[in-house]
């Protein structure tokens, strides 16, 4: 009885070669970014000085951030989705991305005035900015829902973190092409709460959203 009940659940199994499981989360990413991207340019748009502020090293360096947690999040993603799956290795990237974040704001604040700190660790929208993230972000975390559903995790929770915090930095790079805001520190503390609050999100909705 045993051994039929086996035989009728692996008959159906089918080798997946490596290069799939990429391709299905690249196509999931490309879709949700391409919708994220094109709503936050419908409803928030450019920043109107972007023509001269790309121009600026800190932009780029600005923009880094997510772009890099991005790439992180992207190889982690390519973990959880296996059975057993735990991107150890890509929080020691994520948390070396940030110190170097870290150093480069509080050099920036060194080289400012006393009385530009405050313009530089809140801005204008600190209050708005991790939410805008979280808004931003959902149609990519959708997209990763998707693709995670026709793959095999098993730590649900934790595959709802990473995709939420994923989804957060993908939201966040698209986000920083609009946002006002050049602080370092800025980014540093709003960026990174709109971005952990995305993994949360995910890590708390991961166990029904996953479920196999």
């Known amino acids: 009885m045993t051994d039929n009940l ?3 659940l692996v008959k159906d199994l089918r080798a997946v070669h490596p290069s799939e499981i990429k391709r299905k989360l690249l196509l999931a990413l490309a879709v949700g970014f391409l919708v994220s991207a094109i709503s936050f340019m419908i409803v928030r748009g450019f920043r109107p000085d972007l023509v001269s502020i790309i121009q600026l090293r800190i932009f780029w360096l600005k923009s880094a951030f997510p772009f890099v947690l991005s790439a992180i999040g992207t190889h982690a993603l390519l ?3 296996r059975p057993g799956g735990v991107p150890l290795r890509a929080v020691w990237y994520a948390i070396a991305a940030y110190l170097v ?7 920036q604040l060194k080289a400012s005035a ?3 700190w405050s313009g530089l660790m809140l801005g204008r929208s600190w209050w708005i900015c991790p ?5 931003v972000s959902a149609p990519v975390f959708a997209a990763i829902v998707f693709f995670l559903r026709q793959a ?12 939420g915090s994923t989804s957060g930095a993908i939201g966040a790079w698209i986000y920083s092409w609009g946002c006002l805001e050049d602080g370092l520190a800025f980014m540093a ?5 709109g971005i952990l609050a995305c993994g949360a999100l995910g890590a708390l909705s991961g166990p029904r959203l996953l479920r196999w």
């Open 6 to 8: 086996i035989d009728a």
């Open 189 to 193: 503390m709003w960026y990174l709460l």
């Open 114 to 116: 006393v009385s530009e």
């Open 79 to 81: 973990i959880v989705a």
């Open 131 to 135: 939410m805008l993230i979280v808004c």
């Open 101 to 107: 974040l870290v150093a480069l704001a509080l050099l």
């Open 152 to 163: 095999a995790p098993t730590d649900l929770r934790l595959s709802g973190f990473v995709a």
